[in-house]
C-alpha cells in the first residue's frame, strides 16, 4: 500500500461539514494521516478543531475558518425545502477559494424502488420519497455549482455505536420480515477509506462525479438481525410480518420498507479497484461486536 501520508498530508486544509456519524470517523481518520481537519456541528463543542455552523438558525462560521482549505466534505442533508444548506450559506465564498476537490454524501434513495433489483451510477434516478426528491435537487446544486464535487452514494451507515447491536442493547429492536425485502449497507469506516483511497489516487485513477460506496452483499434485515442475536448468544424473538406491524412504524420506518434494491459497487470496486474492509454485514458487524 502506498504511503498515505505522501499523498495527504499536512499542507491539506480539510473542513467536515456536519461531523455526525461519518463526518467524525473521516476527520478522526485524516488527523492520524496529518492533515489538519476542521468539522463543523450545529452546537458547541469542547473540540478546538470544530465550530459552529447551523442553517436552520443562521448560524454561520467566520469567513477565516475557509483561508487555505483545500479539500472540504459535505456530510449535511437537504434542509427541509430540499435545499443545500452548505451551498445556501458558502457557495460563493467555496468558488473563491482554490480547491482541490469537494465530496458530498448522498443517499442511495436517489434510484427509487427497485423491487429488488440492482442499481447503479448509469440508472437514471427515480427518487419516491419526497426526501429523496430533495436529495436529487441538491446532488443538482452541487454539480451546477461548477466545484470539483465527487458525490458519493449510500446506503444504511453502520459501524461501532450504531448498529443491530446498539438497537437490540437499546431494546428498539423491531423483528419484521417481509417476503422478497432486501437492503445495501455500508461500515462507516468503508466510507472514509474509499474516499481516501480515490483521493490517494486522485491522479492515476479515471475521474466519476457520481460514486455508489456499498458493501458485496444486499440482504434482507432478518438475516442480520438473527446473525447479531447469534453472535450474542441470545434467542431472536419472533418475527413479526410487515403487514400486521406497519400501523406501528413511525412515518420514516415505514417508509424504508416501502423500497427494496440492491446498490452495486462494481464501479468502485472492480472499475476503480477500491477493496472493502467489510465486504459483508458479518464482518462489518464483529467489528461492531468488538469494538462496543
Ligand atoms: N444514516 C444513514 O444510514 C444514511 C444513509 C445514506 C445517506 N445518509 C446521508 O449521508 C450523510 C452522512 O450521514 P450520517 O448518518 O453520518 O449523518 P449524521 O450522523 O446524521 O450527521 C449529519 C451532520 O449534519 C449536521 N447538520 C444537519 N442539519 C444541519 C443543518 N441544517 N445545518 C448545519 N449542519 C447540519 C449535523 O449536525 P450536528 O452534529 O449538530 O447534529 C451532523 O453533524 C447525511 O447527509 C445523511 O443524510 C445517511
Known sequence: MKNLASSLNYKNKFLILGCGFSGSFFAKTLRKLGCNALTSSRSESNDPNSFIFNSENGEVPDKKIFEGVTHILSCIPPDKNGNDP????????LKSLSLEWVGYLSTTGVYGNTKGGWVSEIDQPN???KRSQKRLNC???????GLPVQIFRLPGIYGPGRSTFDAIRNKKIRIISKK?????RIHVADITNAIIYLLQNKNSLKFYQIINIADDEPCSQIEVTQYCYDLLGLQMPKPTLF????DELSPIAQSFWMENRRVSNKLLCETLGYKLIYKNYRIGLKNCYLNS
Open 243 to 246: 403487514e400486521d406491524a406497519k
Open 127 to 129: 427518487p419516491f420519497q
Open 86 to 93: 452548505v451551498l445556501g450559506n458558502f457557495k460563493n465564498t
Open 180 to 184: 422478497n425485502q432486501v437492503f445495501s
Open 139 to 145: 446532488e443538482k446544486e452541487w454539480i451546477e455549482s
